[in-house]
T-cell receptor, first 114, second 111 residues
Framework: NAGVMQNPRHLVRRRGQEARLRCSPM?????VYWYRQLPEEGLKFMVY????????ESGMPKERFSAEFPKEGPSILRIQQVVRGDSAAYFC????????????FGPGTRLTVT | QKEVEQNSGPLSVPEGAIASLNCTYS??????FFWYRQYSGKSPELIMS????GDKEDGRFTAQLNKASQYVSLLIRDSQPSDSATYLC???????????FGQGTRLTINP
């Protein structure tokens, strides 16, 4: 499967727990983006990363959210002390280069906070 | 004013007809333009990209860009029931990589 991979596909967390979402970019892609889609809302940019670097985190909430893309392994979006308002679909996309290049989306992780 | 605006629909089109989806954007510095299709409960799927003024055709899909009017559209010819989905318009600004999405237009193709 050469597409963008995300896991888990569904994640249930109780309030106050931590959520870790993983994303492996498409083969040959080195740029990763995270987006969030709240129920009945549009897709919103969160963060853009290259290997070992956060390039743009202008869409990340100031607290509890962090992202990384290590030299080896998938990109991880981490949400600490989750609250009900964090329930959403989290999508990862990847592109071959940066700039205004085509981004391809993974299947998403649906996070439910109970 | 929203950065990217689309009519939310629903837009209902008979099978075999042309579906026309429209999108306007507010930032004249916008550089690249994309149309994604999203089925309910699924992830966005890239169907068209366009970077310069004019038309770009790919199979039954045609994207049209008019930078002077800050307008981008998507035409779907010979619409099929399988085209029923939400269509998302997305834009990137010059020097930026993030996609800015419109709210999406829900399209229904009636057999």
């Amino acid at each position: 499967n050469a597409g963008v991979m995300q896991n888990p596909r569904h994640l249930v967390r109780r309030r106050g727990q931590e959520a870790r979402l993983r994303c492996s970019p498409m083969k040959g892609h080195s740029h990763v983006y995270w987006y969030r889609q709240l129920p009945e809302e549009g897709l919103k940019f969160m963060v853009y990363l290259q290997k070992e670097n956060i390039i743009d985190e202008s869409g990340m909430p100031k607290e509890r959210f962090s992202a990384e893309f290590p030299k080896e392994g998938p990109s991880i979006l981490r949400i600490q002390q989750v609250v009900r308002g964090d329930s959403a679909a989290y999508f990862c996309a990847s592109s071959m280069t940066g700039g205004s290049y085509e981004q391809y989306f993974g299947p998403g992780t649906r996070l439910t906070v109970t | 004013q929203k950065e990217v605006e689309q009519n939310s629909g629903p837009l209902s089109v008979p099978e075999g007809a042309i579906a026309s989806l429209n999108c306007t954007y507010s930032d004249r510095g916008s550089q690249s333009f994309f149309w994604y299709r999203q089925y309910s409960g699924k992830s966005p799927e890239l169907i068209m990209s366009i970077y310069s003024n004019g038309d770009k055709e790919d199979g039954r899909f045609t994207a049209q860009l008019n930078k002077a009017s800050q307008y981008v559209s998507l035409l779907i010819r010979d619409s099929q029931p399988s085209d029923s989905a939400t269509y998302l318009c997305a834009v990137t600004k010059e020097g930026a990589q993030k996609l800015v999405f419109g709210q999406g237009t829900r399209l229904t193709i009636n057999p």
